[in-house]
Structures are given as C-alpha cells and as structure tokens.
C-alpha cells in the first residue's frame, strides 16, 4: 500500500498568504513615497518594523514548519537517510543557482557584459522551467524529449555564464588567476561556502550511481556537476568593473537555499526530539546577535552562514511549531496547541522588548529584535491560520489563493517573467495606478492575476518543483 503524503492545510495556507504579499509587496516599491511608510521596508537603519520587513521571516517560517513533514514522507516511502540527503542537496543546488542567475539579472551585471537584463531574466526564467518542470512520467521518445529539455536547460545557463567568463577573463586573460582573486580571495567565507556547494552536487551524483550503477547516468550527472562548479566559480559586476558571476548576496532564492539546507540537515539527525532541535534554534539565535554586537566579525566566523544564522533561527522556530503541531494534530488536543503558540508567542514579544533596547529592529541589518518580533507574529498567526481550517474547516475560504501555497515556487517567478517582458515592450500602466490607493489596488490584484496564471499553468502541467 502506498503512504500517503501529509499536507496540513494551514500549512499550505500561511505558505499562500505569504507568497501573496510577498508578490504585493515587491511590486509597490514603484510607488515611490505615495503609499503609507508602513508598507515597504525600513531604510537599514531606521528602528521600524514595516509589513514587508515580515513577510520573508514568515516566508522562512513556513520553510521550516515543512520540513519535518517533509522529510517523515520521504522516510515513510522507505528513503534512507543518505537518500533524503541527496533529495536536500539537490533542493538546496536548486535554489542556490536560480538566485545566482537572479542576482546577476540586473542592469549593472547584464549591461557590462552587453546584453539585456531582461533577456537575460527570460533566459534563465526559461532555463530554470526546463530543467526544474514537474515533467510527467513518460517511457520511450517521450521521455528522451523531456531529457533533452532538461539539457538545454543547463545548457542555456552554461552559455549565459559563459558570457561573464569571458569578460572576466578577457581583463586577465588568465582564468586561475581570475578565479582566485574573484573567489578564494575574497575571503575564507567564500571557500567554505563553495565547499558545501561542492558537497550539495557531488552527494546525488554517489548516491544516484550506488544506486543504479547506470554509467550514462554517472556521466550525465558529473556534468552537470561540472556546468554546477563552473557557473559558482565567479562573483559578478560591480562599481570597478566586471568579475563574472557573483553569489555575493543570494538574493531570495538562494537566501531561501541556504537556510532550507542548514536547517534540513540538521533536523535529519535530530528527528523529532524538541531539545536537540531548540539547542540549534538558540545557537543560530546567539550566532545571530553576534554579528549583532560586532562579536562576529572580530573572531573572524561572520559570513560563513548567510545571514549569520538568523534565517535559520527563524526556520527553526518553524521546525518547533511543526513538531508541536505533529504531537497535538486531533481537535481533542487543540486547546494544548494553542497555549503552547501563545506563550511562544508571547515569549518571544517579551524576548523584542528586551532586546530592543540593545539592538533596532531592522530586516536589512538582520538584527535579533526584528527576528523576535517575526516569530511572535508568525506563532500568533499560525495558531489562528490552524484554527481556522484544520479545526474549524474554512479551507475553502482560501481556495482563490491555493496555488500559491503548492505551486510557490512557479509562484515566485512569474512575476519576474511579467517585469522583463513589459519592459522589453516598453508598456505603461495608467496615471492612477502608479501611486497612492490607485497603485496599490493595482500591485494587489497583480499579486492575485499571478497566482492566478500559476493555476492556469499548473492545469498545463507546467509547475517548478525541486
């Protein structure tokens, strides 16, 4: 008999509601100074907690409220550990490549290397669709089609940064020693972060061939852990000039890498025991007001973990969540579940207090008041997302915005499809939607025209899932 996955409605549906305003909010930025202060993200240092300084933290939230669902279905369907692993690593190499080609998708990278930024956008967008598509299953000429997509796919992002490469090197014209001024030298952070990147590409391509023992597979696999290697060699443009590929901020995708890999790793061995898994929630929280106070820096270990651990302090405090949620799922035990979120909760408002007094609260510097604030808020949440459809079954209030919470990752991208190709088209909205209520009203109904089109895309069997 086959197991059944578990999927926990209120799960699906804080994922959604997040995944929504996440797409309203990154498109009111061209609204200017017409929409209400509260709206976009504080300046780095202003003390202020605006709606889109949480969105991201309950993003993370989610991100780890999966995870032990997640890695019981695998275990559930007879995956070893080593196997589930592997299906992290390949989840985490993923992410970590579509943020890097989103990154170097704007204007200051594409241009000095002389092609469109959004070209480049749509390249990579379609790149990533055909290497990462949910493809059906399929035997014979079929299956050889959906193979060879996923080649071009790889193949088309092999060619955008072979671009970089070239100009990189066309300055040097010596690729090793490009290589090592552009990456090891950067800083100890940078190997160490390549090594586990290394790590992430090499474990599927063991596992996948102890497995099989399928020789084309291992040569198909170990090129692509080569075109892996080759596309993170680099860094990317900057004010000084060109420097290839550039991870130096991960951008939301590859933010959302690391933290899913560090935060899944070490749940894997932990399991579903609550003290091993608060003790990594404090040390990502402590490692996080370290690089708070300066501490960090000054012993030499910031940067290592992007975000200094506070990502994952918040995916941990999913994890929490979700392991509470496993042990009180029947309504019987409902009144327990919801004390238990309300303490946290309210723990971790007192935990803000305190710490504001020492440190802002500010998304951009990442600072742990800010992180307080987000897990109070996504707790509070939660417990009434849960109460709502799993306990009281208005799951169907939320069906319009379903897709966001199954499909986000499709979710995600299309709004940057819809970017690059009205700017390509050079299309203007009209006068009142590009500012105040006007502007508003219209990033809103994008936020949902997009989740819509990522249904309709679902229904085509067009669907990104790593």
């Known amino acids: 008999m086959k197991n059944k996955t578990i999927r926990i409605a209120s799960i699906d549906i804080f994922r959604a509601l997040t995944m929504l305003l996440m797409i309203f909010v990154n498109d009111i930025p061209g609204l200017g100074?017409?929409?209400?202060h509260w709206l976009p993200h504080a300046a780095?240092?202003?003390?202020?907690?605006?709606?889109?300084?949480?969105?991201?933290?309950?993003f993370l939230f989610c991100v780890g409220l999966s995870i032990p669902f997640a890695v019981k279905n695998r275990a559930d369907k007879g995956d070893s550990p080593m196997q589930i692993f592997s299906h992290?690593?390949?989840?985490?190499?993923?992410l970590l490549t579509m943020g890097l080609f989103s990154m170097n998708s704007f204007a200051e990278t594409a241009k000095a290397v002389g092609i469109a930024p959004q070209w480049f956008k749509l390249l990579s967008v379609v790149a990533f669709f055909m290497i990462w598509n949910v493809y059906p299953k399929a035997e014979g000429t079929a299956k050889k089609i959906?193979?060879?997509?996923?080649?071009?796919?790889?193949?088309?992002?092999?060619?955008?940064?072979?671009?970089?490469v070239n100009q990189a090197t066309a300055n040097d014209n010596q690729?090793?020693?490009?290589?090592?001024?552009?990456?090891?030298?950067?800083?100890?952070?940078?190997?160490f972060q390549y090594l586990v990147i290394a790590v992430c590409a090499l474990v599927p391509?063991?596992?996948?061939?102890?497995r099989s023992r399928?020789?084309?597979?291992?040569?198909?696999?170990?090129?692509?852990?080569?075109?892996?290697?080759?596309l993170f060699l680099f860094k990317g443009a900057n004010a000084d000039g060109l420097a290839g590929l550039r991870p130096g901020w991960w951008q939301i995708l590859g933010l959302i890498g690391w933290t899913y890999f560090y935060s899944a790793v070490i749940f894997l061995f932990t399991k579903n025991r609550f003290l091993p898994n608060i003790t990594a929630w404090i040390f990502f929280t402590l490692l996080c007001v370290a690089a708070n106070s300066g501490l960090a820096a000054k012993t030499g270990i910031s940067g290592f973990i992007p975000g200094n651990g506070s990502f994952q302090s918040l995916a941990f405090a999913g994890i929490i969540a979700s392991l509470l949620m496993q042990r009180n799922r029947n309504k019987e035990n409902f009144g327990k579940l919801c004390s238990s979120y309300i303490a946290i909760s309210a723990l971790m408002f007192a935990a803000a207090t305190v710490s504001h007094k020492y440190f802002i609260i500010s998304k951009l510097q990442e600072t742990c008041t800010w992180i307080f604030y987000c897990i109070s808020i996504s707790f509070a949440c939660l417990i009434l997302i849960y109460w709502l459809t799993d306990i009281k079954g208005k799951k169907a209030w939320f069906d319009i915005i379903k897709p966001a919470g199954t499909s986000t990752l499709t979710c995600y991208i299309i709004p940057s499809i819809w970017y690059a190709v009205v700017s390509l088209a050079s299309v203007t909205y009209p006068e009142f939607t590009r500012s105040g209520?006007?502007?508003?009203?219209?990033?809103?109904?994008?936020?949902?025209?997009?989740?819509?089109?990522?249904?309709?895309?679902?229904?085509?069997?067009?669907?990104?899932?790593?």
Do not use: H
């Open 175 to 191: 690729l090793v020693s490009c290589f090592v001024s552009v990456g090891f030298a950067s800083g100890a952070q940078y190997v």
């Open 44 to 58: 780095k240092d202003e003390d202020m907690l605006g709606l889109s300084d949480v969105v991201f933290p309950c």
């Open 88 to 94: 992290i690593s390949q989840r985490t190499i993923a």
């Open 33 to 36: 100074d017409t929409v209400p």
């Open 205 to 210: 391509i063991i596992t996948g061939f102890l």
């Open 437 to 466: 209520a006007g502007g508003l009203m219209k990033s809103l109904l994008f936020a949902f025209a997009v989740i819509g089109v990522t249904w309709m895309l679902g229904k085509m069997r067009i669907k990104l899932k790593i």
């Open 146 to 164: 959906f193979a060879a997509l996923q080649a071009l796919g790889w193949t088309i992002l092999a060619m955008l940064a072979l671009i970089f």
């Open 214 to 230: 399928n020789i084309f597979n291992l040569l198909k696999n170990t090129i692509i852990f080569t075109i892996i290697f080759y």
